[in-house]
């Protein structure tokens, strides 16, 4: 470890591991472990239960395994489990668990952008982009791969499936299911995020087929039940149809709405109907 001044305030019983930074009126509580070969910037806390993996950075300021904004909790031990490749640049403030499970789950190669904030008994899988201010209260998941625009916040318990993109700015209500684009207000469904998916190695037929059940889902205007009934019976299978089949049973707080059509005026002041 790479202790670069005196006034750090590190607990001898923190576990950290080999080529460690840590930089100037850094805090490492006691019941912190972090691994080989990372960097935590001046000013930042690692406070007591924090789990760090190998290869994070915590940039300046960061305040991370503070305890839930949660009236309910009671003191009760909690960690907050990070894993590998991590970035958590400057200002963000994340969260340990409460009762309900105890610890908050950041997976690997995840990047939180400045002033993100994640609430108690998160989940956040591999690869997932937080933009800058994006702020998720408690209990919120979010699948492999998902992207949230900055300024967005997130209602507790909201479900964000994989590869799914929110645009920046939006109030997340309800669930979002995988694979999608997720913009405008109320936040509605506004196509298949295919260019991620193709980014990501997902073919052309993978995404049509994608494009395919969704238009039964959110352009067709069927009730949930009567969608995912049409799916089942006329689709084939594969994992993205189980994927979101799978997602949308677990959906609850429901979904986000459907394709919706957007009316404007042109120069004339007549009215003009676009799709969204």
């Known amino acids: 470890m790479q202790n670069n001044n005196a006034l750090n305030i590190i607990h001898p019983n ?20 972090i691994g080989d070969d990372c960097w935590i910037g001046p000013n930042a806390c690692i406070l007591s239960g924090v789990r760090i993996g190998n290869n994070c950075k915590v940039f300046p300021g960061a305040v991370v395994g503070a305890a839930p904004q949660d009236l309910k909790f009671g003191g009760e031990e909690s960690i907050l489990n990070i894993g590998n490749n991590v970035v958590i640049r400057e200002y963000c403030t994340i969260n340990r668990g409460t009762k309900a ?71 997340v209500r309800k669930c979002v299911p995988p694979y999608v684009k997720a913009a405008r207000e109320p936040l509605s469904y506004v196509g298949v995020n295919s260019t991620g998916l193709r980014r990501r190695g997902f073919s052309n037929e993978q995404i049509n087929h994608i494009q395919d059940i969704y238009r039964v889902i959110f352009v067709k205007k069927l009730n949930v039940a009567h969608a995912l009934n049409v799916i089942e019976l006329e689709f084939p299978g594969g994992p993205e149809k189980e994927d979101i089949l799978s997602f949308i049973k677990d959906a609850d707080r429901g979904l986000m709405k459907g394709f919706q059509q957007v009316h404007s005026h042109n120069n004339n002041g007549s009215r003009t109907q676009s799709n969204f």
């Open 101 to 171: 499970n105890f610890k908050t789950e950041i997976k690997d190669n995840c990047l939180l952008m400045a002033y993100v904030h994640v609430a108690h008994d998160c989940v956040l899988e591999n690869n997932v982009i937080l933009a800058n201010n994006v702020t998720l209260a408690g209990h919120i998941e979010i699948g492999e791969f998902a992207v949230i625009g900055g300024m967005t916040a997130i209602h507790q318990f909201v479900k964000i499936g994989k590869h799914a993109m929110v645009g920046g700015g939006s109030l």
């Open 14 to 33: 923190a576990k950290i591991g080999k080529n460690v930074h840590v930089s100037p009126f850094v805090t490492i509580e006691d019941n912190v472990v």
